[in-house]
């Protein structure tokens, strides 16, 4: 057996009995040893591709709201850049170059879900400087958040919690040795290949519905039964990491609420009015989606919210012996202790993290009370809110990504904004100044969400490669910093250059979403409250019959084409894992593919920021009419069929040749 093999067996990732909180660790820099894991070349390096992708993706995200991560590409190019300039340091230096270089993407919700609303309002007497600070503010308390509960999510629970993005990460990281670089190489371009041509030429569809059939369109009007997949490769990946049993409880989440809660709001509410586009109409002719998007996924938010209060609770322990080491910390005249303990285990002093986490509330508090605050109380009332939600939510984004990959931070953060609206309205504002206060609280949350849930998943690539997480941390506060302003900058000038509203202007839908909620709630309308407590007590439900509410809440709360795949994904290992009578040969092959994954989600992302690119610049080689039509349908199932057998061929076949 060669030695990365023996390390993936060692470290247990093939284990996929989620009862076991911690797995053997045998990472590939020693934790009894010490490296060079900063230096000038990390730190530049780093940054520039912070800087880059805040700037590339961040244009995306305005453009048709979705985001691109930043480890599969910086990786690859830290990885190539080291053959290039014939690096002896390789290892250490990519692990935090990509590290550093991530907070250019994981700052970028706070920025460009939120902050575009204030225009789309024609609010445009707001600072580049006021837009800014609670970017940064909030992305710096993400930092501090994913510090303190690092080791119970990545050390204590590493049985537990997949992290398939985190895996992945590790796994690109690690295939610059041997036959898994040349597996990795290949999956990966064949991946890059597969979304380049999913996104860019249009060959095949990329979301495969059953309405594109006249019998699935009869299915749609006739019962409300839509049933959808995404066949895009970097998804295909996430499920094979995410494992059978949460892929199923994820994709059961959107089937309760597609092919449940859909057809019942149609059969109970079809006399009930709705907008549409701008059109009212009844309920009973309105599109699925839309009855979606306005009813059923509030359900969602609802058991989102629920699951993390039954999180908090859940984990009440875990933060009782945070706040006991922190006063511990706080009242010893040293870190004695930090001198006992392993380079893979330091973090920040506890007295930098509470110090740190209190100044960013506070300076928030300033800010707030100075741009927004009419009265004292209600700048308590606010900085009160942020705090908690901070906290709450922190928890289920954290859970989300651990579970999923996935952080559903628009949705987390609408629920803020409803909470925070009626509050604050309930203290006198309202209006203009009320619509400001409450996006200017959205915008540190969310960022605050955004990185925190994020930035634990370099935290487990640190666990996992064996780096030093309180150099990652360190560094990780740099760059947010850094990015953030880039954010903001990027919101600024697309603003000027294409605009949020009008012809052919940006179509930022997170922020339009978040603009349709607080305008309304500000001038005195109302939350669908019964859809949020019936998400809620539905999470109790779920609580109570031991399965996990946030999984299947996420599931509820997304849409259902990027659920589905990852239920593939979990068949998929699953299959493999019991391919043979053999376990060590199971659990080889299960490492494979977990190669193969990770190709498919770096490859992926690759191909999707190639084709932003090619966006940016103008150039339309889409088939649009033929991507739309039933043959372009048929030739994605075909392709996506290939796809899977590609990755459960290579997984057996990797270990035929071993």
Not at 354 to 367: H, K, Q, R
Not at 516 to 533: C, E, R, S
């Amino acid at each position: 057996m060669d030695s990365d093999a023996l390390r993936m067996r060692m470290r247990g990732i093939y284990m996929s009995d989620e009862n076991k909180s911690r797995r053997p660790y045998a990472p590939r820099m020693s934790p009894q040893k010490t490296y060079e894991e900063i230096n000038s070349y990390v730190v530049f390096w780093g940054l520039f591709f912070s800087v880059l992708f805040a700037l590339a993706v961040g244009y995306l995200c305005l453009k048709i709201g979705q985001t691109v991560d930043a480890f599969a590409p910086v990786s690859v190019l830290a990885m190539g850049m080291a053959v290039l300039f014939h690096r002896k340091n390789a290892f250490p230096e990519t692990v935090h170059i990509q590290a550093i270089a991530s907070a250019g993407t994981n700052i970028i919700g706070g920025a460009m879900f939120i902050l575009p609303a204030l225009y789309i309002l024609n609010i445009e007497d707001v600072s580049f400087i006021e837009m800014a600070i609670p970017i940064v503010l909030g992305g710096v308390l993400g930092v501090f958040l994913a510090t303190v509960f690092r080791r119970y999510f990545c050390e204590e629970m590493d049985g537990v919690y997949p992290f398939p993005s985190g895996s992945a990460a590790a796994e690109v990281l690690e295939s610059d040795e041997g036959t898994k670089a040349h597996l990795m190489l290949l999956s990966g371009a064949v991946a890059l290949v597969y979304d380049f041509v999913l996104n860019s030429l249009g060959w095949w569809q990329e979301l495969l519905t059953t309405t594109t059939f006249h019998w699935g369109q009869v299915l749609a009007d006739k019962y409300k039964l839509v049933f959808s997949l995404d066949n895009d490769a970097a998804l295909l990946g996430i499920g094979y990491f995410t494992g059978l049993r949460y892929a199923a409880i994820i994709a059961a989440g959107s089937f309760f609420s597609w092919l449940v809660c859909i057809p019942v709001a149609y059969y109970l509410g079809g006399d009930h009015t709705m907008v549409v586009g701008g059109e009212t109409m009844l309920l009973a002719n309105a599109p699925v989606d839309a009855v979606f998007s306005q009813y059923v996924r509030h359900i969602g938010i609802g058991m989102l919210a629920m699951s993390g209060i039954i999180g908090l609770l859940s984990m009440s322990g875990v933060v009782v012996r945070v706040v006991k080491r922190a006063i511990a910390d706080l009242f010893s005249k040293g870190s004695a202790a930090t001198g006992t303990l392993l380079r893979t285990q330091q973090d920040l002093p506890m007295t930098q993290i509470v110090f740190g986490s209190l100044l960013m509330a506070i300076l928030f508090a300033v800010f707030f009370h100075v741009m927004c605050s009419e009265s004292l109380m209600q700048t308590v009332i606010a900085f009160v809110l942020v705090v908690l939600f901070a906290l709450m939510l922190s928890v289920v984004g954290i859970s989300s990504i651990a579970f999923t990959g996935n952080e559903p931070v628009s949705g987390m953060t609408i629920f803020m904004i409803i909470v925070s609206a009626v509050v604050m309205g309930g203290v006198g504002m309202s209006g203009k100044t009320g619509i400001i206060a409450i996006l200017m609280m959205a915008a540190f949350l969310c960022a605050t969400l955004a990185v925190s849930g994020n930035f634990m998943s370099e935290l487990k690539v640190a666990y996992i490669t064996g780096a030093t997480p309180k150099k990652m941390q360190q560094w990780q506060l740099v760059s947010i910093v850094l990015a953030g302003i880039v954010s903001v900058g990027v919101v600024f000038l697309m603003h000027y250059a294409y605009g949020f509203t009008g012809e052919d202007a940006l179509a930022a839908p997170q922020a339009n979403a978040m603009a349709a909620i607080v305008k309304p709630m500000m001038d005195g309308g109302d939350a669908p409250w019964p859809l949020y407590m019936a998400g809620a007590f539905f999470a109790v439900l779920l609580w109570m019959m031991k399965i996990p509410p946030l999984a299947f809440a996420l599931g509820s709360y997304l849409p259902m084409g990027i659920n589905t795949p990852v239920l593939v994904g979990g068949l998929i290992s699953y299959f493999v894992s019991h391919s043979s009578d053999d376990a060590k040969v199971n659990a080889k092959r299960l490492s494979e593919g977990n190669t193969v994954a990770s190709g498919f989600v770096a490859g992926g992302a690759i191909g999707s920021l190639i084709s932003a690119v090619l966006h940016i610049a103008g150039i339309d080689w889409f088939a649009k009419a033929w991507a739309a039509s039933p043959a372009a349908t048929f030739a994605g199932i075909v392709a996506y069929f290939v796809l899977c057998i590609f990755l459960y061929a290579m997984a057996k076949h990797a270990v035929k040749q071993d």
